[in-house]
């Protein structure tokens, strides 16, 4: 059972619209991330954030903006959507440990948001 | 430049038969790798994670190896099931602190055909 949720799972918005995709976990962790994800090609980071009222841009560009008020909530929002954002964006935290040794986090993702602008 | 590549880019098997999928990377210093199972219009699924003390971790029908000198892992999948078609990727740590950042491969997809 799936501890990282997003929604909307898929959502079809015209140009110029103003969207917010949601990320919720229930598992405390203070590490949250959003990836940017087209058809073959490898995950993007476009923003992070380590804990509560930090946040940061991450390696790809991206005209959106992240928020984190609470620990389990990282929400992100575009202002006015173009057809160049169309894309699967995937939310993840990490926390917990699958080795003894340090930075072993494991990363959790949601299920992911298909955003597709016209 | 710090890279993950993975191959074959796609993959098809029958149903039973055992597969080997590869990833080389140059990411420096390194930390730990990872691999992930994606399903079509999933996340990514964590399989194994393994840092450079570990040359082979298990998780069920899935083996992933690693070879930190040559900097090379592989994911074996045995008696492969309709299950297992999703792209498969490596992911690689460059480092152990909190600032560690990840690279992603692209990818194999792997179809698994009756």
């Known amino acids: 059972e799936a501890d990282i949720y997003q929604t909307p799972r898929y959502l079809v918005i015209g140009t110029g619209k103003k969207i917010t995709l949601e990320c919720s976990q229930t598992?405390?962790?203070?590490?949250m991330y959003w990836y940017q994800q087209d058809p073959g090609m490898e995950l993007h980071l476009i923003h992070y954030s380590y804990g509560v009222n930090s946040t940061e841009k991450g390696d790809l560009s991206s005209e959106s903006t992240v928020s984190r008020i609470r620990t389990e909530h990282f929400p992100l929002t575009l202002e006015s959507a173009r057809p160049s954002h169309t894309s699967q964006y995937l939310c993840?935290?990490?926390?917990?440990?699958?080795?003894?040794?340090?930075?072993?986090?494991?990363?959790?993702f949601g299920a992911g948001s298909r955003l597709t602008v016209l | 430049k710090n890279q993950v590549e993975q191959s074959p880019q796609s993959l098809i098997i029958l149903e039973g038969k055992n597969c080997t999928l590869q990833?080389?990377?140059?990411?420096?210093?390194?930390?730990?790798l990872r691999w992930y199972k994606q399903d079509t219009g999933r996340g990514p699924v964590s399989l194994t994670i393994?840092?450079?003390?570990?040359n082979t971790k298990s998780n069920g029908r899935y083996t992933a190896t690693l070879d930190a000198d040559t900097k090379q892992s592989s994911l074996h999948i045995t008696a492969s099931q309709l299950s297992d078609s999703a792209s498969y990727i490596c992911v690689v740590s460059d480092r152990g602190s909190t600032l560690g950042r990840l690279y992603f491969g692209r990818g194999t997809q792997l179809t698994v055909w009756p």
């Open positions: 393994m840092t450079f003390s570990e």
């Open positions: 990833c080389n990377y140059t990411v420096s210093p390194f930390s730990n």
């Open positions: 598992m405390g962790h203070d590490k």
């Open positions: 993840a935290s990490e926390g917990g440990r699958q080795s003894e040794l340090p930075g072993a986090n494991v990363l959790t």
